[in-house]
């Protein structure tokens, strides 16, 4: 696992295509944690109208990109973890990794006493009826990139510009919102934590990646 603190979104995005490009069979696995600058992204299937005219004239950027789903926010005070895995060497298809992850963020909302949720057909993770937790994935090759957004302590402000996943009116919350004071790198590694029974140990790496774009 490597932190790469905070960074811009379409470098990290390059980067990752990069990455799952140069994968051979034995390319280790990666995670990338980290926080985006703010950021609309549009996945593959998303409609250009579920972004509102708030958001258009909000002044951040829109990236379309090559995940699944929709449109989302990303910005500082939410965690982006990227999976960099190959699945084929793990046994694992994408449902069961979507499973996986989403189960890993309800044991760390238990951690803090919360009770988080899954929805039929809208993947992520939800608190009495809002969204914490947004998942959007690629898959080449029989390997994944792309991943989780956790929201920890941002400005749900800019949700209010999008319909967030394709749906109009869904909520966003936060761990703030219910009393949970993590920073963002301590819910990286408490998030860590729950991963390690189904992705195996888990080590920080100290050294930055070779293939994370440079700092600016």
Avoid at 5 to 14: D, K, L, M, N, T
Avoid at 111 to 132: C, T
Avoid at 166 to 193: F, K, N, P, Q
Wanted: aromatic fraction near 8%; hydrophobic fraction near 40%; charge should be neutral.
């Amino acid at each position: 696992m490597y932190w790469l603190g905070r960074r811009p979104y379409e470098p990290v995005w390059r980067a990752m295509q990069r990455a799952a490009a140069a994968r051979g069979g034995e390319a280790v696995d990666r995670l990338w944690c980290l926080e985006h600058e703010p950021v609309y992204t549009l996945g593959l299937a998303g409609r250009p109208e579920h972004l509102l005219p708030q958001g258009r004239d909000s002044g951040i950027a829109v990236v379309h990109v090559d995940r699944g789903g929709q449109i989302t926010y990303h910005g500082p005070g939410q965690l982006i973890v990227y999976f960099l895995l190959d699945l084929r060497r793990r046994g694992l298809g994408v449902r069961a990794l979507v499973h996986h992850i989403e189960q890993s963020v309800i044991d760390l909302l238990a951690v803090g006493g919360l009770h988080g949720e899954r929805r039929e057909g809208a993947p992520g993770v939800y608190l009495a009826g809002a969204k914490i937790a947004a998942l959007g994935l690629r898959v080449k090759n029989g390997c994944t990139y792309h991943g989780l957004s956790l929201n920890v302590d941002l400005d749900l402000a800019p949700f209010a510009g999008i319909n967030p996943c394709g749906y109009a009116g869904l909520a966003a919350t936060r761990l703030r919102d219910h009393g949970i004071d993590w920073s963002v790198r301590e819910t990286a590694e408490r998030l860590c934590d729950a991963m390690q029974g189904w992705l195996g140990p888990l080590v920080w790496c100290p050294d930055p990646d070779p293939w994370a774009p440079p700092s600016s």
